[in-house]
């Protein structure tokens, strides 16, 4: 339904950055499909994609600005969702131009890639809604076929053999780095690198700092390694695991092992602290 009065969001956000702060905490609301451990001002070669999220359903790219669409923005949106391999592709705006509306339905004619028009309104009180101008005929929802085939290495894993913790879909190939879970707002991540291994804590919402320092208690100096590894937009934990990783085939057993045991102590002991 149509908002009877509306504000731009520019009244509502100094900068566009704290446009894409908020989106990134609230990636459901855009109905494109699930996803999580969304990180602002991701980068793209030299430039920096508004927001880039994994998930259930793959790889996410989002622009967002404000007032009408610009075809600049379109660009870089198409530059930066080819680069990093997405599976769907947003740009969000106050209002788009037609032709703009028609060359995003030619895309989901011929591209891989879902992409999507959403526009972004806000009533007098300051509540924002979203509505897709354009989208892919196929829902995101929709089984697609792997065509590059699933990650072997976290097989094991997502099949429950280490665990429900961290059980779920076949990772893709193409998507292979890391599974997550959440709880209490904070994203548990496995991460697998060529050389390496490590699980990491990402901080989303309201005073992550803050956050972080209270739960960072719970995991005693003298029980744990870990490291900061904040960015202007991310509040990050790592713990190491092993200078193992992907390239470390035969060891593939206990670079599982040892991550899916580090990851579900610190998920648990997150989840049942009174935090």
């Known amino acids: 339904m149509k908002l009877q009065s509306t504000i731009s969001l520019s009244k509502i956000y100094n900068r566009e950055e704290e446009f894409s702060d908020d989106l990134a905490n609230t990636l459901e609301a855009l109905k494109v499909g699930k996803f999580e451990d969304a990180e602002t001002e991701s980068n793209v070669g030299t430039r920096r994609a508004d927001i880039v999220a994994v998930g259930e359903d793959g790889i996410l790219v989002v622009e967002n600005q404000f007032n009408r669409a610009d075809w600049d923005h379109w660009g870089r949106l198409e530059a930066y969702a080819r680069l990093k391999e997405a599976d769907v592709a947003v740009l969000v705006a106050e209002d788009f131009e037609e032709l703009m509306i028609v060359t995003c339905n030619l895309r989901n004619e011929d591209s891989k890639i879902d992409w999507y028009l959403i526009q972004a309104q806000s009533n007098a009180h300051k509540e924002l809604s979203f509505h897709h101008v354009a989208r892919p005929v196929i829902d995101i929802q929709t089984e697609k076929k792997a065509e590059t085939g699933y990650s072997e290495f976290w097989a094991p894993v997502r099949q429950g053999e280490l665990g429900k913790l961290f059980a779920g879909k076949p990772v893709p190939i193409s998507n292979e780095g890391w599974i997550s879970k959440h709880t209490r707002n904070i994203g548990v991540s496995l991460f697998l690198i060529n050389q390496r291994c490590y699980v990491q804590l990402y901080f989303q919402g309201e005073d992550r700092s803050e956050r972080r320092d209270r739960v960072m208690a719970l995991f005693p100096e003298s029980d744990y390694v870990y490291e900061y590894n904040d960015s202007p937009k991310q509040i990050r934990v790592q713990f190491p695991i092993?200078?193992?990783?992907?390239?470390?085939?035969?060891?593939?057993?206990?670079?599982?092992e040892k991550l899916v045991s580090m990851g579900t102590d610190i998920y648990n002991k997150i989840n049942e602290s009174d935090l």
């Open 242 to 256: 092993l200078n193992k990783g992907k390239n470390d085939r035969d060891d593939w057993d206990e670079i599982r």
